[in-house]
């Protein structure tokens, strides 16, 4: 019976030292300072505003890649095929563009004789109008291949849509 009351004595002592030692650890730390939303300026919280509503309107855009080779332009000239390979992926390009914001009709068909697949065939067509679309780059990808990268921002987005809902 002793020993059981020592080891309920002991259980609280120990209990009562560690939560001492964490009152003198916790005394220790340094005070981290608090915000108080009534002392700080109200401009602070208005370029913060601005800054966000900044930055949402500049990042919202859609970007297309187009690709071309150099080696299959029909020109003598090495230089007149480079420029226009970078002709050609502008284009493609462009292609990517109005797929993305008009999207792209496809036409498929498929010819089965004797339960065996004897044709298939797809074909697809794009068209749209695209204005204020910038050029973000134009790099040579390898030797025989060029890349231009597209961009039409938010603003001439929303023009294009309002333009085509008025059937132009």
């Known amino acids: 019976m002793n020993m059981l009351r020592f080891s309920k004595l002991s259980a609280v002592g120990y209990t009562v030292v560690t939560l001492l030692g964490c009152t003198e650890i916790s005394s220790n730390l340094p005070q981290v300072p608090t915000f108080k939303a009534a002392n700080a300026p109200k401009t602070a919280a208005l370029s913060v505003s601005q800054k966000l509503i900044t930055e949402r309107e500049t990042s ?3 970007k297309a890649s187009g690709f071309s080779a150099i080696s299959v332009q029909p020109s003598k000239s090495i230089n007149q095929r480079r420029l226009m390979a970078m002709r050609a992926a502008k284009l493609d390009a462009y292609r990517v563009l109005t797929e993305q914001i008009h999207g792209i009709r496809i036409k498929g068909e498929t010819t089965i004789a004797e339960a ?4 298939d065939r797809l074909a697809t067509a794009v068209s749209g ?3 204020g679309a910038e050029v973000n780059s ?3 990808t390898s030797n025989d291949t060029y890349q231009v990268d597209l961009s039409i921002s938010e603003v001439h987005l929303k023009r294009l849509i ?3 809902r008025r059937g132009i």
């Open 60 to 62: 919202h855009s859609i």
């Open 116 to 119: 065996v697949v004897t044709s």
């Open 129 to 131: 109008l695209i204005i």
């Open 138 to 140: 134009i790099k040579a």
């Open 162 to 164: 309002s333009k085509y």
